[in-house]
């Protein structure tokens, strides 16, 4: 049975940096193929991708964000970890962590797959 | 970077009718697109993958179509619990974006 959970302050101030834990069960970031991703959710808006990292280290950053975001992966306590600097309020939002297969389509190759499994999500607000 | 759009941004719908979402990209995706369905207060769920294939344990009144950039999600006659949004998201590339999302409420 696949679990993940997010956790993380609540609150930040602008331009603080955040950082969010995902921890995991059921499965091993060591997997061949397996990855986590975040993806965060402004109130009433849509879901917008953040970050991606698979067993083999393999990261991938939304490009609208690249430069603020950091993804690291500790295999040995299941936890994914997301910093994000520079907050700013545009950027509360709730945060959530998924379970990720790499995708391998015969004629374009390896793509990020589908979230097929996800957390509960952590809100976080951002204000002074 | 691959744009997705959803119509329509709305949709009302009495219980036991046919609804009928749809999902469009900038650019083909192959059939590399899920759907996605969100309930208030909730995470995402799963629903359904290579554009067609339903996942664990989703009822068969749920069902995809499409490929390239022109898909569809069906729900034949929609239950009480299926009032939500829905989102598609394409994974044929590194930037797996979601679209903005179809709600479905009550007529």
């Known amino acids: 049975q696949i679990t993940l959970k997010e956790s993380g302050p609540t609150l930040v101030k602008p331009t603080q940096t955040l950082t969010l834990t995902c921890t995991f069960s059921?499965?091993?970031?060591?997997?061949?193929?397996?990855?986590v991703g975040w993806i965060r959710q402004p109130p009433g808006k849509a879901l917008e991708w953040l970050a991606l990292?698979?067993?083999?280290?393999?990261?991938r950053y939304s490009p609208s964000l690249k430069s603020r975001l950091t993804i690291t992966k500790d295999t040995s306590k299941n936890q994914v970890v997301l910093t994000m600097t520079n907050m700013d309020p545009v950027d509360t939002a709730t945060y959530y962590c998924?379970?990720?297969?790499?995708?391998?389509?015969?004629?374009?190759?390896?793509?990020?797959?589908?979230?097929?499994?996800w957390g509960q999500g952590t809100v976080v607000t951002v204000s002074s | 970077e691959i744009v997705m759009t959803q119509s329509p941004a709305t949709l009302s719908v009495s219980p036991g009718e046919r609804a009928t979402l749809s999902c469009r990209a900038s650019?083909?995706?192959?059939?590399?697109l899920a759907w996605y369905q969100q309930k208030p207060g909730q995470a995402p769920r799963l629903l359904i993958y290579?554009?067609?294939t339903r996942a664990t344990g989703i009822p068969a009144r749920f069902s995809g179509s499409g490929s390239g950039t022109e898909f569809t999600l069906t729900i034949s006659s929609l239950q009480s619990e299926d009032f939500a949004v829905y989102y598609c998201q394409q994974y044929n590339n590194w930037s797996p974006v979601f679209g903005p999302g179809t709600k479905v409420d009550i007529k």
């Open positions: 290579g554009a067609s």
């Open positions: 650019q083909s995706v192959r059939s590399n």
């Open positions: 998924a379970h990720i297969l790499l995708y391998y389509d015969i004629l374009t190759g390896y793509s990020p797959g589908y979230f097929d499994y």
């Open positions: 990292i698979y067993w083999d280290d393999d990261k």
């Open positions: 059921g499965f091993s970031l060591s997997t061949s193929g397996v990855g």
